[in-house]
């Protein structure tokens, strides 16, 4: 985080993804708000959403966000840079979408994925580069009892 990426743990379900994502965030005093992605997502309601969170300083984790079509991911990689460039420059106040932002710098915007699932998209190039990627497997519960 100090290098102003978003974390992308991805992994099976029941890994604990989301939970290490929240948890993190509990650890560091800041409000982890938790999206679940379909596909019914579009650009406009993605930039309400990070409005909101540029604006308040809390994290946000998008819970299966390889669940968005591939052509509003594009969309979202340039709104997820521009708040990131703007923490980055040491900004008060950015524009972004058509409206000057008061910014909160302890924003985040971090996602995770279930690979390998029908209906499930691979991240634009433009994207990937946003986050830092985590993998997650199942726990061996045998060798840890």
Not at 10 to 38: H, M, R, Y
Not at 58 to 74: A, G, H, K, Q, Y
């Amino acid at each position: 985080f100090h290098q102003y990426y978003g974390g992308a743990p991805e992994g099976p379900a029941g890994t604990g993804k989301t939970e290490s994502t929240k948890d993190l965030a509990k650890a560091l005093a800041i409000q982890c708000v938790v999206f679940n992605c379909s596909d019914g997502l579009d650009y406009i309601a993605m930039g309400k959403f990070f409005k909101g969170l540029a604006s308040s300083g809390c994290w946000c984790c998008f819970d299966e966000f390889n669940r968005i079509n591939v052509e509003v991911l594009s969309v979202i990689a340039a709104q997820v840079f521009s708040i990131q460039a703007a923490i980055r420059d040491k900004k008060k106040r950015f524009q972004f979408e058509g409206s000057e932002l008061d910014l909160q710098p302890t924003c985040a915007v971090n996602i995770t994925m279930n690979p390998g699932y029908a209906g499930r998209a691979e991240l634009p190039d433009n994207l990937k580069a946003l986050f830092r990627p985590c993998a997650m497997m199942v726990p061996n519960y045998a060798l840890i009892g």
